[in-house]
């Protein structure tokens, strides 16, 4: 019986070891205001993460030059950055968990993992900045909590249809889509919606499990269907291995996708032939900051490939300008540690001062209409042999049909 | 009944000791504190087939997100909470009954990769069912209980398991699962039902695991397949054999071992995995019948000494 | 329909490899070596790495190829040697040198993909209206003379009759005064040397990531309980059986359950035999 | 009073091959029944047969008027009929005491002989609490008879229970198998070798060649019967 108590007494203490050192600082009200950042820099989306965090870091150091008055006092912003792994229904709700319980942080930007935050956001709400996730349908119904600093998919998507179709000649298109990956499955439905308005027709829709390794049966049914264009539907960590084998199969046609891949991450995955086998590939997405037609976007987007040397999406443009909202609602909210005023200060400001990413103001100037900043998108094109991109449709969106397009002329022939 | 005593005295204390730790810890060590507790439930419904029976089965983390999952559906379904966890545990012991049924005339290695392939399929269909899993990313869990009312069910329940396990260890059907560890065709050849008690000890697990996968999703709002993949069930079966299976205290130790370790030592992605793989081969190398067993022998040892000298 | 059995046939092979490697093990020392997927994966990094560092690709092969043998070595003489008489031990330390030799790969080389280049990647060949690209012919193609050189060791060489004596009955080949503890390192270094090829053949078609060798090992161990644990032909038959049942069933059925028609295989197999498709008796009934 | 035991026509075919080919007998309670034979003439089959290890191909074997053949090892302990093996088969690790504990739980409501009783009828007395791994191989065959008596059966079937044995001890045993039949008043079914053990035990002999029964009788008959000598003995 001797050694049953003994073990008992060992759990108790490590227990009661772990409890004791629970407390934790968080108090916000010095000069130095934290913030929260929860990003995938790990996992399959982890071609996402580490530029989101290499571009706030750029925003916050350019807005703690100026800093920013709240209470009369002078503040300076600080960054807490989480990686959720990929997985937000389990590192990332820890992660939320540990800033608002233990770190008292008062808002947070966070990539992907909207649906599953909402339970804790109900428990505890506080205003969650997203700064990437455009799949349909929209995450903003999901909780009044959550606001959305891009553009979302139905703003994007008809941009590739329509510029298939005007300047590819393109008649049928077949799909293929990573099954029950959220973007792509939004995406998908956009294309199939997209390509009824602008005509073109839907040759096949193939899919393959996000697990899988093996894609011969989806791209052999997609193949077989002998469309004009093929469309791959998620993110770049999981198109990339697809478009490798699809090349491989001998499709040599035009690819289309909205992954936001850059030649960076094309070389990396796709190895020495990437060149190759990006050769005739559209990316339709919002506007690149090299290929923007806003200075302060562009001067940005010298600063990042200086700095990074690595070339910058276009969710680098609205990781950056995150740190200037928070602060102008912050300043409006006269407050750096309520939630709930914090919050309610984002749906009254205007487009703060400082930001790049050429937010298209809504009526009486204001950032937020809905919770939802909007861009221009933006179609771009594989520049082959220049490991660079070129823009070859700028254009905006109205009820799903494609408005004002414009064509620049072909900066890498 | 002092016999009893001390086994009916500890789990009451761990109920205490969870309560303490589940409410006292926040963020990070709050999801530790969550995680010990829920694995610790689980794994003392394996150490009956396993612990008690010898039976490797590696279908547990299945069950565990069977639980979590069905819950969650029925939830969404509108059914009431104590109707959605009643009909979940209940739906996955007949699962669990289902694949003792398929295995039955397996053992060892064959029971194992069997069962370890289960989990696999579960994990599949966790993936792709999106209309009800919500695929890969997982899904968000309506909130039946209350916070408080799941971390008291959560706390008495890793008591209650532990005491219900002992009252099993002590009883004619701990004695029957024993036997079949030691030898199943001699414990046949002395009367055991043997296939039936298999059955039974795998249902009886199912039950434990699926009762931990709803209190999980409960406390932690939302479910994904990645926490319930055959290495998951790896990670079971290692850590009640690190405990020292087949003892009372196995899955408590045993949880706080893996959970802790993998928790809170993040030196970097994987090192926390590499010392745990390290430690698994120690302590099955240097103590085969686990923690538990080495501080058995140790103060069996002491006590010697002490008598000798 | 023909070109869903030549995928089978790809994926057959691929099974076939890693399952020979492990019920060589199994035959040899009655471990379930888990840890081969963690040699598969250093193997494909060191020749990921060596062709990174300018070799030409059939050198990064074999470089690749030596370190799946030398981890494989590793394992067997750092951790199995040591539970050779108590096998409920062998789960946990195969488990623990899995978590060990993945995360190291993980800690040395990060957890994205990344792609492995061959000289063969642009071929396509096309057959009767049938198309399997260039590294996909190239896994075949290895697999068939792994498993050949495999069957040659194992019939000619006296190491090769000694080790089936072995997989047969333990004890009795020790009386025989075969040296037990080389038999074990020459199983691993076998089991090392076939892991190493499969990582050569495998990772072109897919890419080289810690976690790449997951799936097919869980195939893998299908094949070789349907193939009779500790059986070399049974795991060539089963491997191909289940590749051809995996390609049809993703192919018509549904592709996001591909592993799924592995298991039901399986659980056919084991209620009708336990002892497995060759019928090598279960090592405990009495 | 009717037999105890009635074996009526048990066939039993692995395969092609007929390892146990029609054989009847019927077995009073407190007798001790001796079955010899060559080796693979069916002995060890028909035994299993009977202790349900295995399913008999056709006929049937009925204790007090119910058939208690194939249902299996277990159903056949709660009808009555225990056995113990040729090779010693007993739970390691544990002590005696812990193995006849499980075995009295399968008495289904039996008559119960104490542990003590037990070990004194079988020379065991002092070995309860050691662990059955630590002791001699032929107090390990002495306890294997132990835990099968523990669960109260009518009927005790021995596999080749003398084997390894010598003089003395066999004659100890052949002494405690005499004294489990009369003051038990279990029949017993003993398969063995070793003549000088078997032959003063048995109250009657059954002689099995190639599966069927060659002769029945007592050792005496046995001894004279030339097919017996013939197939089987040599000269006496």
Same mark, same amino acid.
């Given at each position: 019986?001797r050694s049953?108590?003994?073990a008992?007494?060992?759990?108790?203490?490590?227990?009661?070891?772990?409890?004791?050192?629970?407390?934790?600082?968080?108090?916000?009200?010095?000069d130095?205001?934290?913030?929260?950042?929860?990003l995938?820099?790990?996992?399959?989306?982890?071609?996402?993460?580490?530029?989101?965090?290499?571009?706030?870091?750029?925003?916050?150091?350019?807005?703690?030059?100026?800093g920013?008055?709240?209470?009369?006092?002078?503040?300076?912003?600080?960054?807490?950055?989480?990686?959720?792994?990929?997985?937000?229904?389990?590192?990332?709700?820890?992660?939320?968990?540990?800033?608002?319980?233990?770190?008292?942080?008062?808002?947070? @930007?966070?990539?992907?993992g909207?649906?599953?935050?909402?339970?804790?956001?109900?428990?505890?709400?506080?205003?969650?900045?997203?700064?990437?996730?455009?799949?349909?349908?929209?995450?903003?119904?999901?909780?009044?909590?959550?606001?959305?600093?891009?553009?979302?998919?139905?703003?994007?998507?008809?941009?590739?249809?329509?510029?298939?179709?005007?300047?590819?000649?393109?008649?049928?298109?077949?799909?293929?889509?990573?099954?029950?990956?959220?973007?792509?499955?939004?995406?998908?439905?956009?294309? @199939?919606?997209?390509?009824?308005?602008?005509?073109?027709?839907?040759?096949?829709?193939a #899919?393959?499990?996000?697990?899988?390794?093996?894609?011969?049966?989806?791209i052999?049914?997609?193949?077989?269907?002998?469309?004009?264009?093929?469309?791959?539907?998620?993110?770049t960590?999981v198109?990339?291995?697809?478009?490798?084998?699809?090349r491989?199969?001998?499709?040599?046609?035009?690819?289309?996708?909205?992954?936001?891949?850059?030649?960076?991450?094309?070389?990396?995955?796709?190895?020495?032939?990437f060149?190759?086998?990006?050769?005739?590939?559209?990316?339709?997405?919002?506007?690149?900051?090299?290929?923007?037609?806003?200075?302060?976007?562009?001067?940005?987007? #010298?600063?990042?490939?200086?700095?990074?040397n690595?070339?910058?999406?276009?969710?680098?443009?609205?990781?950056?300008?995150?740190?200037?909202?928070?602060?102008?609602?912050?300043?409006k909210?006269?407050?750096?540690?309520?939630?709930?005023?914090?919050?309610?200060?984002?749906?009254?400001?205007?487009?703060? #001062?400082?930001?790049?990413?050429?937010?298209?103001?809504?009526?009486?100037?204001?950032?937020?209409?809905?919770?939802? @900043?909007r861009?221009?998108?933006?179609?771009?094109?594989?520049?082959?042999?220049?490991?660079t991109?070129?823009?070859?449709?700028?254009?905006?969106?109205?009820?799903?049909?494609?408005?004002?397009?414009?064509?620049?002329?072909?900066?890498?022939? | 009944?002092?016999?009893?005593?001390?086994?009916?005295?500890?789990?009451?204390?761990?109920?205490?000791?969870?309560?303490?730790?589940?409410?006292?810890l926040?963020?990070?060590?709050?999801?530790?504190?969550?995680?010990?507790?829920?694995?610790?439930?689980?794994?003392?419904?394996?150490? &009956?087939?396993?612990?008690?029976?010898?039976?490797?089965?590696?279908?547990?983390?299945?069950?565990?997100?069977?639980?979590?999952?069905?819950?969650?559906?029925?939830?969404?379904?509108?059914l009431?909470?104590?109707?959605?966890?009643?009909?979940?545990?209940?739906?996955?012991?007949?699962?669990?009954f289902?694949?003792?049924?398929?295995?039955?005339?397996?053992?060892g290695?064959?029971?194992?990769?069997g069962?370890?392939?289960f989990?696999?399929?579960a994990?599949?269909?966790?993936?792709?069912?999106?209309?009800?899993?919500?695929?890969?990313?997982?899904?968000?869990?309506?909130?039946?209980?209350?916070?408080?009312?799941?971390?008291?069910?959560l706390?008495v329940?890793?008591?209650?398991?532990?005491?219900?396990?002992?009252?099993?260890?002590?009883?004619?059907?701990?004695?029957?699962?024993?036997?079949?560890?030691e030898?199943?065709?001699?414990?046949?050849?002395?009367? &055991?039902?043997t296939?039936?008690?298999?059955?039974?000890?795998?249902v &009886?697990?199912?039950?434990?695991?699926?009762?931990?996968?709803?209190?999980?999703?409960?406390?932690?709002?939302?479910?994904?397949?990645?926490?319930?993949?055959?290495?998951?069930?790896?990670?079971?079966?290692?850590?009640?054999?690190?405990?020292?299976?087949?003892?009372?205290l196995?899955?408590?130790?045993?949880?706080?071992?893996?959970?802790?370790?993998?928790?809170?030592?993040?030196?970097?992605?994987?090192?926390?995995?590499?010392?745990?793989?390290?430690?698994?081969?120690?302590?099955?190398?240097?103590?085969?019948?686990?923690?538990?067993?080495?501080?058995?022998?140790?103060?069996r040892?002491?006590r010697?000494?002490?008598?000798?000298? | 329909?023909?070109?869903?059995?030549?995928?089978?046939?790809?994926?057959?092979?691929?099974?076939?490899?890693?399952?020979?490697?492990?019920?060589?093990?199994?035959g040899?020392?009655?471990?379930?070596?888990?840890?081969?997927?963690?040699?598969?994966?250093?193997?494909?990094?060191?020749?990921?790495?060596?062709?990174?560092?300018? *070799?030409?690709?059939?050198?990064?092969?074999?470089?690749?190829?030596?370190?799946?043998?030398?981890?494989?070595?590793?394992?067997?003489?750092? +951790?199995?040697?040591?539970?050779?008489?108590?096998?409920?031990?062998?789960?946990?330390?195969?488990?623990?040198?899995?978590?060990?030799?993945?995360?190291?790969?993980?800690?040395?080389?990060?957890?994205?993909?990344?792609?492995?280049d061959?000289?063969?990647?642009?071929?396509?060949?096309?057959?009767?209206?049938?198309?399997?690209?260039?590294?996909?012919?190239?896994?075949?193609?290895?697999?068939? *003379?792994?498993?050949?050189?495999?069957?040659?060791?194992?019939?000619?060489?006296?190491?090769?009759?000694?080790m089936?004596?072995?997989?047969?009955?333990?004890?009795?080949?020790?009386?025989?005064?075969?040296?037990?503890?080389?038999?074990?390192? *020459?199983?691993?270094?076998?089991?090392?040397?076939?892991?190493?090829?499969?990582?050569?053949?495998?990772?072109?078609?897919?890419?080289?990531?810690?976690y790449?060798?997951?799936?097919?090992?869980?195939?893998?161990?299908?094949?070789?309980?349907?193939?009779?644990?500790?059986?070399?032909?049974?795991?060539?038959?089963?491997? *191909?059986?289940?590749?051809?049942?995996?390609?049809?069933?993703?192919a018509?059925?549904?592709?996001?359950?591909?592993? +799924?028609?592995?298991?039901?295989?399986l659980?056919?197999?084991?209620?009708?035999?336990?002892?497995?498709?060759?019928?090598?008796?279960?090592?405990?009934?009495? | 009073?009717?037999?105890?035991?009635?074996?009526?026509?048990?066939?039993?075919?692995?395969?092609?091959?007929?390892?146990?080919?029609?054989?009847?007998?019927?077995?009073?309670?407190?007798?001790?029944?001796?079955?010899?034979?060559? %080796?693979?003439?069916?002995?060890?089959? /028909?035994?299993?047969?009977?202790?349900?290890?295995?399913?008999?191909?056709?006929?049937?074997?009925?204790?007090?008027?119910?058939? !208690?053949?194939?249902?299996?090892?277990?159903r056949?302990?709660?009808a009555?009929?225990?056995?113990t093996?040729?090779?010693?088969?007993?739970?390691?690790?544990?002590?005696?005491?812990?193995?006849?504990?499980?075995?009295?739980?399968?008495?289904?409501?039996?008559?119960?002989?104490?542990?003590?009783?037990?070990?004194?009828?079988?020379?065991?007395?002092?070995?309860?609490?050691?662990?059955?791994?630590?002791?001699?191989?032929? !107090?390990?065959?002495?306890?294997?008879?132990?835990?099968?008596?523990?669960?109260?059966?009518r009927?005790? /079937?021995?596999?080749?229970?003398?084997?390894?044995?010598?003089? !003395?001890?066999?004659?100890?045993?052949?002494?405690?198998?005499?004294?489990?039949?009369?003051? /038990?008043?279990?029949?017993?079914?003993?398969v063995?070798? %070793?003549?000088?053990?078997?032959?003063?035990?048995?109250?009657?002999?059954?002689?099995m060649?190639?599966? =069927?029964? /060659? =002769?029945?009788?007592?050792?005496?008959?046995?001894?004279?019967?030339? !097919?017996?000598?013939?197939?089987?003995?040599?000269?006496?």
């Open positions: 019986m049953r108590s003994a008992a007494l060992t759990a108790a203490a490590v227990f009661a070891a772990s409890a004791a050192c629970g407390a934790q600082s968080g108090a916000n009200d010095g130095t205001v934290k913030v929260g950042a929860i995938s820099l790990s996992g399959i989306y982890s071609t996402l993460g580490p530029a989101q965090k290499n571009a706030l870091t750029m925003g916050v150091e350019a807005l703690n030059k100026t920013f008055t709240v209470g009369g006092r002078k503040r300076t912003l600080e960054i807490s950055y989480a990686d959720d792994r990929s997985d937000a229904a389990t590192t990332g709700v820890t992660a939320l968990r540990e800033m608002v319980q233990a770190q008292k942080i008062p808002v947070i @930007a966070y990539g992907l909207s649906d599953t935050y909402v339970p804790q956001l109900k428990r505890q709400p506080i205003p969650m900045v997203n700064i990437l996730d455009s799949s349909y349908p929209g995450i903003l119904d999901l909780s009044q909590n959550l606001f959305l600093t891009r553009g979302a998919s139905p703003t994007y998507v008809p941009g590739c249809l329509h510029y298939a179709k005007r300047n590819l000649g393109t008649k049928s298109i077949s799909v293929i889509t990573a099954k029950g990956e959220p973007y792509a499955e939004g995406l998908t439905q956009l294309v @199939a919606k997209s390509a009824q308005t602008e005509g073109v027709a839907i040759a096949a829709t #899919e393959f499990p996000l697990s899988s390794t093996d894609y011969s049966n989806a052999g049914a997609a193949l077989a269907a002998k469309p004009d264009a093929v469309y791959l539907s998620s993110v960590a198109i990339l291995p697809v478009l490798k084998q699809l491989q199969s001998g499709y040599t046609g035009p690819v289309i996708h909205s992954s936001g891949v850059n030649p960076d991450q094309a070389e990396a995955i796709l190895g020495a032939q060149d190759s086998i990006m050769k005739d590939n559209y990316d339709c997405a919002g506007t690149l900051p090299t290929t923007s037609a806003n200075p302060a976007a562009k001067s940005f987007a #010298e600063a990042y490939q200086a700095r990074f690595e070339y910058p999406q276009d969710l680098t443009m609205w990781a950056h300008d995150f740190p200037f909202i928070v602060a102008a609602a912050m300043t909210a006269d407050s750096v540690t309520d939630p709930e005023k914090i919050q309610k200060a984002l749906s009254e400001i205007t487009v703060p #001062e400082g930001t790049v990413s050429g937010w298209l103001p809504g009526d009486g100037g204001l950032l937020f209409t809905g919770r939802n @900043a861009t221009a998108s933006e179609v771009t094109a594989w520049c082959a042999g220049k490991r991109l070129r823009s070859a449709m700028v254009f905006d969106t109205r009820d799903g049909a494609v408005v004002d397009p414009v064509f620049p002329e072909d900066t890498c022939a | 009944m002092r016999k009893h005593a001390s086994a009916l005295g500890s789990s009451a204390l761990l109920s205490v000791l969870a309560y303490l730790a589940l409410t006292g926040q963020g990070d060590q709050g999801q530790v504190a969550l995680l010990v507790v829920v694995w610790t439930i689980a794994l003392t419904g394996l150490n &009956v087939i396993l612990g008690l029976g010898g039976y490797p089965s590696m279908a547990h983390a299945a069950f565990f997100g069977g639980g979590a999952y069905l819950s969650a559906i029925l939830l969404e379904k509108g009431s909470m104590t109707v959605a966890a009643v009909v979940s545990v209940a739906a996955i012991m007949l699962v669990g289902l694949v003792a049924l398929v295995f039955s005339r397996t053992r290695q064959y029971f194992a990769i069962t370890m392939f989990t696999a399929v994990f599949l269909v966790f993936t792709n069912a999106a209309e009800f899993t919500g695929g890969p990313t997982g899904r968000p869990v309506d909130l039946g209980y209350s916070l408080d009312a799941t971390v008291v069910l706390a329940s890793v008591g209650a398991g532990l005491a219900v396990f002992h009252l099993i260890s002590v009883s004619r059907f701990g004695d029957r699962l024993r036997a079949i560890r030898d199943e065709d001699l414990a046949q050849h002395l009367g &055991v039902p296939a039936r008690v298999k059955l039974l000890a795998v &009886v697990s199912a039950g434990f695991a699926a009762w931990a996968g709803v209190l999980f999703g409960q406390y932690n709002g939302v479910i994904a397949p990645s926490q319930f993949t055959f290495v998951q069930s790896f990670l079971m079966f290692v850590a009640l054999g690190l405990g020292g299976a087949g003892r009372l196995a899955p408590v130790v045993g949880a706080l071992v893996v959970i802790g370790l993998t928790q809170l030592l993040n030196l970097g992605p994987g090192v926390s995995q590499i010392v745990l793989g390290v430690l698994f081969i120690a302590v099955t190398l240097l103590a085969p019948n686990g923690i538990l067993g080495g501080i058995t022998a140790l103060t040892k002491v010697r000494k002490e008598a000798v000298a | 329909m023909i070109q869903v059995l030549v995928n089978g046939v790809f994926l057959g092979c691929l099974f076939a490899v890693v399952a020979v490697g492990l019920t060589l093990v199994y040899v020392m009655e471990v379930p070596n888990f840890a081969h997927a963690g040699v598969i994966v250093l193997a494909a990094y060191a020749t990921w790495s060596a062709s990174a560092a300018g *070799l030409p690709f059939a050198l990064a092969a074999l470089v690749g190829i030596a370190c799946g043998a030398a981890v494989s070595v590793l394992t067997e003489v750092v +951790a199995y040697r040591w539970i050779i008489d108590n096998p409920a031990a062998a789960p946990a330390v195969a488990l623990g040198l899995m978590l060990i030799l993945q995360n190291t790969a993980l800690r040395l080389f990060g957890g994205e993909g990344r792609s492995m061959t000289p063969y990647d642009q071929v396509l060949v096309e057959f009767g209206g049938v198309s399997l690209s260039g590294v996909k012919v190239a896994l075949v193609v290895l697999a068939v *003379l792994a498993l050949t050189a495999l069957h040659l060791i194992l019939s000619r060489t006296s190491l090769g009759r000694a089936r004596a072995v997989a047969q009955d333990r004890g009795a080949a020790a009386m025989l005064g075969i040296p037990m503890r080389r038999q074990y390192t *020459l199983a691993f270094l076998i089991a090392g040397l076939l892991a190493g090829i499969a990582a050569v053949a495998y990772a072109p078609t897919f890419q080289v990531s810690p790449m060798a997951d799936e097919v090992l869980l195939s893998a161990f299908v094949v070789v309980v349907v193939g009779g644990l500790g059986s070399v032909w049974g795991a060539v038959a089963g491997g *191909l059986v289940l590749g051809v049942v995996e390609g049809l069933g993703s018509y059925l549904s592709s996001a359950y591909q592993s +799924a028609f592995g298991f039901l295989l659980v056919l197999i084991l209620v009708l035999k336990p002892g497995g498709l060759r019928g090598a008796t279960g090592r405990r009934v009495a | 009073m009717s037999a105890l035991l009635t074996v009526d026509r048990v066939v039993k075919r692995f395969g092609g091959v007929a390892a146990v080919d029609g054989v009847s007998f019927t077995l009073d309670a407190g007798s001790v029944l001796g079955l010899i034979g060559p %080796n693979g003439s069916g002995k060890t089959t /028909l035994l299993g047969v009977l202790a349900g290890t295995h399913e008999p191909t056709s006929g049937t074997v009925t204790l007090d008027g119910k058939v !208690a053949s194939g249902k299996g090892a277990h056949a302990v709660h009555g009929i225990a056995r093996f040729q090779t010693t088969r007993l739970f390691g690790s544990w002590t005696l005491r812990e193995g006849l504990r499980l075995a009295h739980g399968e008495r289904r409501g039996r008559q119960a002989w104490s542990d003590d009783r037990l070990a004194d009828l079988l020379g065991l007395d002092g070995l309860l609490d050691q662990p059955c791994a630590s002791l001699t191989s032929a !107090a390990q065959r002495l306890a294997m008879i132990a835990l099968a008596l523990a669960t109260g059966p009927v005790l /079937l021995l596999d080749e229970p003398a084997v390894g044995m010598d003089t !003395a001890e066999a004659a100890a045993l052949a002494d405690a198998v005499r004294r489990a039949a009369d003051e /038990l008043d279990v029949a017993v079914v003993v063995d070798h %070793n003549m000088q053990f078997l032959m003063p035990l048995a109250d009657t002999v059954l002689v060649a190639a599966g =069927a029964v /060659l =002769a029945e009788g007592t050792p005496e008959q046995i001894r004279a019967d030339e !097919a017996v000598i013939a197939s089987y003995l040599g000269e006496a």
